[in-house]
C-alpha cells in the first residue's frame, strides 16, 4: 500500500505540526505503509492507494481542489482531539485509525461534485458547494437561472448557492437549503434572502446543466468555490455535475448520512437557543475544529459573547473542548458526532436529556 500526504498546513517549520506530521510517518513506517509527499510525488498520484490529509475538513477542501480529478481517495486526519465532517479519524485516535485503513477496515463514500465554468473559464471542481455573490457585501444581486435550457426566474437576492449532497449540511443549511443524504443523485439550489418572499430552494438531478447569466450589482460579482477561490464573473455562470470524489470512512455505514440525520434530529433544540450559539456552530461545522479567537475572527462576534455561545454548545453537547495541541494555552472547540458505532476518536454526546440552556446572549 502506497500513501501520498498532503502539505500540512503551515508548512513544514509549523512547529508542532511538523512533530504531528513526523509521527504520522513514523506510524505509517510501523504498518509497512510506503509514502510520499504532495505536491512533489504528483506524477505517483496514479499508483497511489490514497492521499492523506492533516488539518481541518477545510484542508480536506483544498486537497479535493487540488488532486481531486486523479479520483484517488482521501482521507482526513484531524490535527486536534474530536473530529469533524470530513475528516475521519482524530489525532488521539491516529494508531489505531490507520491500522484499520491498512487492514482495508474501511468503506468508501462516492461524492458528487460540482464543474464550474465561469465566463469560458474553467474553475476548480467544488464538492461542498458554488456561491455566486457581490464582492461588497449588503449589495443586492440580479440573476436569471436557466436549467437544462429553460428559464426558470430571475431573482433579486443577496445572492445564490448550488450546493451537493455533502455541502447541503454546510452554508446552503444556514442560508434555508433541505438536508440531503449523501448518496442522493441530486443538487439543491438556494436564493439567499430573496426580495420575493415566496422564493423556495430547488431541487435538481444530478444531471442536469444550470446557468446563471444576467447577473449583476452595483459592485463586481464573484463566483466563491468552497468558500476558498474567489473569480470575478462578467457574464455568465455554467454548473454541471463534474468527477466524482471519494472519502475513505471509518464506518461500514455512511458518516455522511449518520451526520446528516444528527442534525435532523438537533433542528428543535437549535431552536431553543440565541442566535450567537448558533452562529457560532455553524461556523464550527463549516470551518472545522476551531480555538475561542479563531471563532470570534470568522463571526466577528466579541470575544465575550463567543465564550457564552460555546458554553451553551458545550452544555447541550453539541460541542467539545480540548487543549489545542499546537498552543496549549488555547482550547479547541469540535463537533460531537453521537454515532459513536464504528467511528474512530468521535466522542459521544455528554448532554443529558432534556438539559437544554434557553438564556439569552451577554
Do not use: W
Not at 433542528?267 to 475544529?289: D, F, H, N, W
Not at 470568522?298 to 467539545?320: C, Q, Y
Amino acid at each position: 500500500m502506497r500513501v501520498l500526504l498532503a502539505p500540512f498546513p503551515g508548512g513544514p517549520s509549523a512547529g508542532k505540526g511538523s512533530q504531528i506530521e513526523v509521527r504520522v510517518r513514523e506510524v505509517l513506517k510501523e504498518l509497512g505503509i510506503q509514502t510520499g509527499s504532495l505536491p512533489g510525488d504528483r506524477g505517483e498520484l496514479g499508483e497511489t492507494d490514497f492521499i492523506l490529509v492533516l488539518g481541518s475538513d477545510r484542508d480536506v477542501l483544498k486537497a479535493f481542489q487540488e488532486y481531486g480529478d486523479a479520483e484517488v481517495p482521501i482521507l482526513g486526519v484531524n490535527d486536534a482531539t474530536g473530529s469533524a465532517f470530513l475528516t475521519d479519524i482524530s489525532l488521539d485516535a491516529l494508531e489505531e485509525g490507520l491500522r484499520r485503513v491498512g487492514q482495508g477496515e474501511y468503506g468508501l463514500e462516492a461524492c458528487q461534485r460540482l464543474s464550474v465554468t465561469v465566463d469560458e473559464t474553467p474553475l476548480p471542481a467544488a464538492l461542498n458547494e458554488v456561491a455566486v455573490f457581490p464582492a461588497k457585501t449588503a449589495t443586492l444581486m440580479e440573476y436569471k437561472l436557466t436549467i437544462d435550457g429553460e428559464e426558470v426566474y430571475r431573482d433579486y437576492s443577496d445572492g445564490v448557492l448550488v450546493a451537493t449532497p455533502t455541502g447541503s449540511s454546510a452554508y446552503a443549511l444556514s442560508a434555508g437549503g433541505p438536508l440531503v443524504l449523501p448518496q442522493s443523485r441530486v443538487f439543491v439550489v438556494v436564493s439567499v434572502n430573496s426580495m420575493d418572499v415566496s422564493r423556495r430552494p430547488l431541487v435538481v438531478s444530478d444531471q442536469s446543466i444550470l446557468e446563471f447569466t444576467d447577473i449583476s450589482a452595483r459592485s463586481d460579482c464573484e463566483v466563491v468555490i468552497d468558500g476558498l477561490q474567489r473569480q470575478r464573473v462578467e457574464e455568465r455562470v455554467e454548473i454541471q455535475g463534474g468527477h466524482v470524489g471519494h472519502l475513505i470512512r471509518m464506518n461500514s455505514g455512511s458518516t455522511g448520512r449518520l451526520e446528516a440525520l444528527r442534525r435532523v434530529r438537533s433542528t428543535e433544540e437549535l431552536m431553543k437557543m440565541p442566535p450567537s450559539a448558533k452562529l457560532v456552530l455553524k461556523a464550527i461545522e463549516y470551518e472545522g475544529p476551531m480555538t475561542a479567537r479563531d471563532i470570534a475572527a470568522k463571526t466577528l462576534l466579541p470575544p465575550r459573547t463567543v465564550r457564552h455561545a460555546v458554553a451553551i454548545l458545550v452544555e447541550n453537547g453539541l460541542v467539545a473542548r480540548s487543549p489545542h495541541l499546537r498552543d496549549l494555552r488555547s482550547d479547541i472547540f469540535y463537533l460531537v458526532a453521537e454515532d459513536e458505532e464504528g467511528a474512530v476518536g468521535r466522542p459521544g454526546t455528554t448532554a443529558q436529556a432534556g438539559k437544554r440552556h434557553a438564556s439569552g446572549d451577554s
